[in-house]
Structures are given as C-alpha cells and as structure tokens.
C-alpha cells in the first residue's frame, strides 16, 4: 500500500468515529423530539394526559395530533411529535417530525 492510500484510510476511519460520536450529542438536545417505543396491547385514546406523557417521553416542545381528512404542513420539526389518530381519536403511530 502507498502512504497516500494509508493516509486517506486513515482520515476516513477517523472521520467515521468523530462522526459517529457527535450523533448522540444532538440526539441529546433539550427541545428535540427522539424516538421513544411504548407498546400497547390495545390501541388507546388519545387523551391529554397520554400526549403529555408521551411528549414528556420523547422530549419534544410540541404534540400535533393528526386526525384523518384534515390537512397538515409537511414541514419537518426537530421539537414537534406527531400523534397519528383515527376517526375515534383513538391513537394509530406516533413518530417525530
């Protein structure tokens, strides 16, 4: 192998690991949503008390409930968490965004 070939695998491994160790610094954030997993065995209604937990969860500033036929900004926000709803209000997904 020449230098400049060891050279250049060097600088990509170290850009890699410097990379990879700043991710979970922005993860991190105070303000920005992070995805949290909570399962259920039965789908349940989405309540304030249960936007607020899960908010508090994920560590987003805002909980945007989505019910079916209306329309919604495709804007993407680091602070928003998007609560997927059916007709019922009872609670499909949720996800960051």
């Known amino acids: 192998m020449s230098d400049s070939t060891v050279s250049r695998s060097l600088v990509l491994a170290a850009s ?4 990879a160790c700043s991710m979970p ?5 105070p303000g920005q949503c992070k995805a949290v ?9 989405a ?28 804007d993407y926000r680091y602070d928003r968490l998007r609560v997927i709803v059916d007709e019922n209000n009872i609670m499909q997904s949720y996800m960051c965004g």
């Open 16 to 19: 890699v690991v410097l990379g």
């Open 25 to 29: 610094a922005m993860a991190d954030e």
């Open 37 to 45: 997993t909570i399962n259920f065995l039965v789908a349940p209604e």
């Open 47 to 74: 309540t304030p008390a249960l936007l607020e937990m899960l908010r508090k969860e994920s560590g987003a500033t805002e909980v945007r409930v989505e019910v079916p036929g209306k329309g919604y900004s495709k």
